[in-house]
């Protein structure tokens, strides 16, 4: 960077674009504080799965405010175009095809792990042994009375476990 006498270096990147870095720190060590935050995520599409997650956690609470955002990209003349498009956690649902819904209803919904262990009794070991940990901290959840849980097998040969918690039936994660 050259230096001229009597001029000033340009302002950094920050103030250039008028952001208060103080006011700015400031801001953050409250909302850490107070515990609140918002969270936007990107992604080039959003599995219903996370969609649930999302509205789940905005339901539970008011500090967490969670944006989540799929861009699409397009060609247009020539020039590349992206396109962003905000998912609401609560309007997905009511948007899914007859076909969609159909799709999702097509498999069989066990009570409990036993289905689950069963399909995973054949794989090799290292691989089964994981799934076993995570089978065995699925069981002690439903145990304790914090989830209730059921083995899906979908019509593609899909087994999922899926522990849901008791008294919102929300899935906060599937195995």
Known sequence: MQHHVGRKDPAPPAQQHGIDLEAF???LATSLAEGGFRLVIVL????DEL???VGYLQSVTDKIDIDLVTVAAYDVAGSQVLVPQRIEPGRRARELSDAQVSARQ???LYRGSAEFR??????DP???AVLERLADWADTLEADRLVRLGTYRGKNGMTTLLPRLAGDDAGLVSI
């Open 44 to 47: 080039d599409s959003a599995p």
């Open 118 to 123: 069963a399909v995973i009794a054949d794989l």
């Open 106 to 108: 097509s498999g069989v």
């Open 25 to 27: 720190r400031d801001g």
């Open 51 to 53: 969609v649930q997650v």
């Open 126 to 128: 290292a691989r089964r």
